[in-house]
């Protein structure tokens, strides 16, 4: 079955890190750029970060530049989100992507996994 | 920027919807997709290329425009349609979301 499944969200407090996960089956996981994209509570959706299917390229949005790290074990079929030095206006729901062409946009999504940064 | 009209969007099941989303510049080569976003479902591709239908979606889901205006129709709403709808962009970097439009009964 062709499918994305996050997991590793949490509630956590300000300054904390948390590593988020996506595993991916069905598909030839190293062929396709793969995203990051995230929902605050009653807002839209939200580019996070992007992973060429080589690794060679990796980008990020301003807002979380120097504090989150997208990363893939191609052996593992799985992608990764470290987000670290979290803020409050992190919290969101956070979904994982796929990107057939690398061309930013997103043909396959999961269903989220959920970040609450509180104290 | 994209801006998507109207917010809301109150129809009944086989009324025709259609959604605006305008984009400031102009969007080369017409770079922009249609996402359907149901509560706890994983969002869909509905659009590419602005008219190019993702695989699966059905005929009565469908894109136009080009530049700053774009469009997307629903001819026949089903009970399932009823949904949030956002365009985005990927002209440039970084690729960016419309503030969505939600279809409601």
């Known amino acids: 079955q062709v499918q994305l499944v996050e997991s590793g969200g949490g509630v956590v407090q300000p300054g904390r890190s948390l590593r988020l996960s996506c595993a991916v089956s069905?598909?030839?996981?190293?062929?396709?750029?793969m995203h990051w994209v995230r929902q605050a509570p009653g807002r839209g959706l939200e580019w996070v970060a992007m992973i060429s299917n080589d690794e060679s390229q990796k980008y990020y949005a301003d807002s979380v530049e120097g504090r989150f790290t997208i990363s893939r074990d191609t052996s593992k079929n799985t992608l990764f989100l470290q987000v670290s030095s979290l803020r409050v206006e992190d919290t969101a729901v956070y979904y994982c992507a796929r990107d057939p062409n690398q061309r930013f946009w997103f043909d396959l999504w999961g269903q989220g996994t959920p970040v609450t940064v509180a104290s | 920027v994209l801006t998507q009209s109207p917010a809301t969007l109150s129809l009944s099941p086989g009324e025709r919807a259609t959604l605006s989303c305008g984009a400031s510049?102009?969007?080369?080569?017409?770079?922009l997709a249609w996402y359907q976003h149901r509560p706890g479902l994983a969002p869909r591709l509905l659009i590419y290329?602005?008219?190019t239908r993702a695989t699966g979606i059905p005929d009565r889901f469908s894109g136009s425009g080009s530049g700053t205006d774009f469009t997307l129709i629903i001819s026949r709403l089903e009970p399932d349609d009823f949904a949030v709808y956002y365009c985005q962009q990927y002209r440039s970097s970084p690729p960016t979301f419309g503030g969505g439009t939600k279809v409601e009964i």
């Open positions: 069905g598909f030839s996981f190293n062929s396709c750029g």
């Open positions: 290329d602005a008219s």
């Open positions: 510049p102009s969007l080369r080569f017409n770079y």
